[in-house]
């Protein structure tokens, strides 16, 4: 079937209206229309081949949400109306011991909702910058957030897992101390999410603009990263730090922070690489530095049943297809509170 889409035919050029082709839905394939799609860092990373083996034309977009309109016939999951979504993966070997303990984001054959292998033309996957996507019902996540909060549950499906995940796998709860470094789309989704979670939650930003609006998405302290003196008073305090920010920078300032034993893992993924960190930081408290990547589709699940029990979404502003461009640009300068969101029925107009 033939759809509409906003993608692009090289690194260099916009984005721009296109029509592309899904396949039918085979046996176990969920057929959905795109009511929503979150806009990702990770987008313009690979649309402008800032990530190597970007294939064209490129239509990125893996945090979807919207309604399923046909269900193969072996399909049980799903029904025709269910709200469902879309996160980063799309396919897996569906054997290997990462996707049989339900860490598919870690199988060496997962398949991105974008620039990942498919024997579906054009031989690579077309992301949810689009009307409709077919998928094997595996990767399909239910959502039962109300429908009016739907727009702002689209970034769930990447910037909420993708904090979640480490916080879960790291035992954030009651009684610990962490921090979440950077205030953006992944950052304000750590916020909210470890202090639904019960821990005290320090953010750490290089903006004294973002000092109240850090508090207002959960935060119990925020440090002004650039302020010597803030830093310091938190020496050795934090369990756990999650790091979001994708730009390089001195993870010392960080590690020094952490306990013994104190993990700090990085979410954020930088075009070029954070300088070497001092190794003595690490041996002499036992510190790790560690990296988590998105989740599992039950990790994710679990994400999106837990935001809906205590009513997280993302903080949202909408966008039209036509505004998409625009919205690359303003994530490169910062301005975005926290995630856009593309209308996906502007693609028709």
Known sequence: MEIKAIGAFSASQPLEAMDIRRREPGPHDVQIEIAYCGICHSDIHQVRSEWAGTLYPCVPGHEIVGRVVATGDHVARYQVGDLVGVGCIVDSCQHCEDCNDGLENYCDHMVGTYNGPTDDA????LGGYSQQIVVHERYVLRITHPDAQ??????????GITTYSPLRHWNVGPGKKVGVVGIGGLGHMGIKL???????????????????????????????????????????????????????????????????????????????????????????????????????????????????????????????ADQINEAYERMLRGDVHYRFVMDIATLNA
């Open 122 to 125: 054009p031989g690579h996957t």
């Open 194 to 320: 470890a202090h639904a979670m019960g821990a005290h939650v320090v953010a750490f930003t290089t903006s004294e603009s973002k000092r109240e609006a850090a508090k207002a998405l959960g935060a119990d302290e925020v440090v002004v990263s650039r302020n010597a003196d803030e830093m310091a008073a938190h020496t050795k305090s934090f369990d756990f730090i999650l790091n979001t920010v994708a730009a390089p920078h001195n993870l010392d300032a960080f590690t020094v922070l952490l306990k013994r034993d104190g993990t700090m893992t990085l979410v954020g993924a930088p075009a070029t690489p954070h300088d070497s960190p001092e190794v003595f930081n690490l041996i002499m408290k036992r510190r790790s530095i560690a990296g988590s990547m998105i989740g599992g589709i039950p990790e994710t699940q679990e994400m999106l049943d837990f935001c809906a029990e205590h009513g997280i979404v993302a903080d949202i502003e909408m966008i039209r």
């Open 150 to 159: 739907l727009a702002a549950v689209a970034p769930l499906l990447c910037a």
